[in-house]
């Protein structure tokens, strides 16, 4: 059993390589001459304005989870759309309630103002 | 009908709890409410003695059995039942307790004056506990009774006590606890170990127990009730109990509850394990004469009466534990009437120092002196308790005393001579704080305004000296009744068991440790 | 392809479908309820709750019935496990009604999470496979941990909230590991499946592996933080300071009841041929809980802190029944009912005395004044005998005193742990029981034997309707399951039907 698993050990061990290597090589071989723009934060060219750490509204994490949460149901919900047929009235059965639930759910977050951005 | 065909029991052991719920809907707020409460628990407990009076009239003097028998099945799948019963040893100290419960409220009419429902409550549920422990053929009901008595207790001296009565409380409370946590575990293992699948206490009475295995169990029940009694070395919270409880609680404490311990011993320690308790006879034998000598002594010293007669009840206490396990019927019937005896005259005691304290609000010896001027009628009454307690012939300690030392004697010399210096310093205690206090010169001018005593007092004291007297002059009827059951109960503890086969063979919980130790290793 | 309809037997799990349809019922109806009226939304929990502590009830003798392919199984004991939940629920909720008002997180969140939590405790009480159970567990801890920080403006709270997370988090990580390893060596994680392939003919090699070791190792940790058996007891003392005193009552008694059912199920089902490794684990947890419980309980000031500390040693009593199911014969396991039956009374009585004991501390509470200090009950016996007389009886209970419910229960703990021979154990319980009595007696004699000082405030008692009934009922039930218990012992009994 443990053969099955060498090629992910050698994959390991070349990345490994790769980045140490490349690493390595420039770490000793290349030459330094470091300037006030060269040490400067890298943004895609764009001089950065203020500290990357700053914090974020919680609205966009309400948002997040909210996203997830429907994007959850879709992922059941397609699957369950494709042998509809065949599961028949048990299928119906079993993705009603899920629904209400997130009904449930949809009609808390609204009446909480989730769906709000002020 | 027959007198024995009556639940007599049930309503004897439950009228005080009733009791207790009854005054509940007494309001005690103005002092006429609280005379209200007074009466009624009062009458409560007049009622409950008037019941034992009819179980001692219907009691068979002829039959050593267990009488006016009740049973009734309460949980069924532990075999546990509702049986109650009595023979001759408990008969007496039920008497005990329902006379000395009714003058302690009388008593305490005055004494008590905060909290007046609250305190007969726990007086009323107190008697009801007491009385359950002597009738109590079930462990599981005698073990309720055992524990729930000391709740009314511990709230009696930490609630209406002196000035360290919350140390006293605490004291008792963990002492008597200790003890009876370890008595649980002898009675499970008797339940579930050794095979009966039942909690009644005849069952178990009736069958042996491997001697072996006896030497742990009934050190498990001895223990508890050891401290209890109290005997020697673990009497050190009955001194602060004493003193630190109201009037009423210290004769409840020394009158009833002491006693509890010696018919524990009675009733389930030695019969259960006959061969173990042979085998500790003369230990417990030494700490009792040691606990005789010693109470003495202490009490030889003390400052404050209270103080002194509180000692003095370990070393009565150690007669009666001397004469039990003596192992003969002089002994074991002296016990038995000792007990009854202490409880009169300690009683008694604490009573009349109760009395001397209300007046003057101090215990200290030395505060009094020639108070027999002002008080002679409380002097009488005084010298007479005094001297019963000492055995003075005529009077009921003689009797209690003198089979108790007989049956020492017959069975061992040393102990008897020990046993009988504990009387001559009895005498000398006793007599030395009655010299003390009641004579010894003119009295001070606080002293001699002291009034007598009101009718109140009279009340309570009359009957307990008629009973001194009558103990001690007619002891016939109250002995008949014991004899017969100290009999039976003898040839219970003589009995001689052969080894038992445990009914159960299972590994020891060591080898199921060493053995899943075993499984631990890989 | 065709498709495989499993048979489902939804009736069995009427319980739990009922509750679900509850909660969204209430997370509906609290969008359309004024700040004011948010009670009504407990008044409407709790009546679902016992229209569900019926519905439970009526699973009860039905025998053993599995569905949702062995994942579910519906047994006399969850049923007891239910009932008894879904009853303390109830209480829960009628404590919190005016308790909530004057903490001031009178939310219908809070009703919804409590509600949530007993959907965990009851799919764990049901759960017959390890993943099953897990999902029951985890939805129970994440709802309490919530529940632990209720009291969002009050920063006690909010640090126990994420004490409880953290340590329970982790916990469930251990847990997980642990089920990992076992599904790895016995490639199921069903719990007759588990039980089967020990017993197989390759269990002996199986439960000799070092790795099983490991795994039970984990398992038993896991349990211990969610049941806080000491060593894995720290985060218990303060998440159960800071949380509303209603959640710590709660979480006392159903939590560990839930948690326990699973413990026994998890342990007595799948792993009974390696019962001598996990039984050792166990003996230690509950001696060390029992001893340690109890002593650092006295050291306390805090009325709920020493609470905290009892219910560690009440947990310890606890696991001393289900260690001592287990008897060697020969080397072989018998399970003996009595555990079990003594481990499910105990926990109802505890269920009802401790629900009483924090329903005391919530009567006292005002909106300027805790009263959680011992000192907070100086002479309040003298001055209101009942209130004094329901916490004393309360105390009994706790401390193990005749005749209340917590005497019996601890009667026929320790009497299973002698009639299995466990002597020691049985003996350091009940030493560990009486060093108990003295720090509870310690209120009582705070309360009766000492007076209220000047500066203390004046003891004023919530009026609350609901919040009186429930204490004497509460008060009835301890006294009544300690003097007629015969009724509840027989379910307790009867609840092992089929288990073991």
Partial sequence: ?118 | MALTDYPLITWMVFLPLLGGFALMLIQDSDEAGGQRVRAAALIFSLITFLISAAIYYGFQADFAGMQFVERGQWIPRFGISYHVGLDGISLPLILLTTFLTPLTILFSWRDIKSRVRFYHMALLFLETGMLGVFVSLDFFLFYVFWEGMLIPMYLIIGVWGGTRRIYAAVKFFLYTMAGSVLMLVAILWLHFEAGTGTFDILVHLSRPIDPALQGWLFAAFALSFAIKVPLFPFHTWLPDAHVEAPTAGSVILAGVLLKMGTYGLMRLAMPLFPTAAREFATIIMVLAVIGIIYGALVAMVQQDIKKLVAYSSVSHLGFVVLGLFSFTLLGATGGVLQMVNHGISTGALFLIVGMIYSRRHTRQIEDFGGIARAMPVFSIFFVITALGSIGLPGLNGFVGEFTILAGTFSRSIPFGVAATSGVVLAAIYMLWMLQRVLFNGEPSRVNSRLPDLNFREWVVLVPLVVLMFWLGLYPKPILGKIEPSAQAWLRQVNRRVLRVESPRKAPLPQAVLSSSLKGLRP | MPVVIPDIALSLAATEIGLVILICAVIVADMFTSMENKSLMGAFSFFGVVVLGFVALSGWGGGVRTTFSGFYVLDNLSVFVKVVILAATGFTILLSLQYAKIERFNHGEYYVMILFAVFGMLVMASGNDLVSFYLGLETMSISSYVLVSFIRHDPLSREAGLKYFLMGAFASGLLLYGIALVYGLTGTTSLLGIAKTLGGANGAAIGADPVMVLALILIVAGFGFKLAFVPFHMWLPDAYTGAPTSITAFMSVAVKMATVAALMRVFFIAFPSVAGKWNLLLWLLAVLSMVWGNFAAIAQTSLKRMLAYSSIAHAGYVLMGVVATSSFVDGKVVFLPLGVSAVLFYLLAYMVTNLGAFGMLILLCREDYRGDNIEDWRGVGRAHPWAGLAFLIFFLSLAGLPPTAGFVGKLFLFGAAIQNEYYWLAVIGILSSAVSAYYYFRVVMVMYMETRAESQPVVEFSKAPSLLAVLVILVVATLFLGIFPGGFIEAARGSIAGFI
């Fill in chain 1, 1 to 118: 059993m443990p053969q099955e698993y060498l090629p992910i050990l050698i994959l390991l061990a070349l990345a490994t390589g790769f980045a140490v290597v490349n690493l390595g090589v420039s770490f000793f071989f290349g030459c330094r001459r470091p300037t006030a723009e060269k040490d400067t934060a890298y943004e895609c060219g764009i001089v950065p304005e203020t500290n990357a750490r700053g914090r974020f509204s919680v609205k966009f994490f309400l948002v997040a989870m909210l996203f997830i949460v429907f994007d959850v149901e879709t992922i059941f919900l397609f699957p369950w759309a494709v042998v509809f047929r065949e599961l028949g009235g048990f299928g119906l059965a079993a993705m009603t309630p899920f629904m209400l639930l997130l009904i449930a759910s949809l009609i808390y977050e609204w009446k909480r103002g989730a769906l709000e951005w002020d």
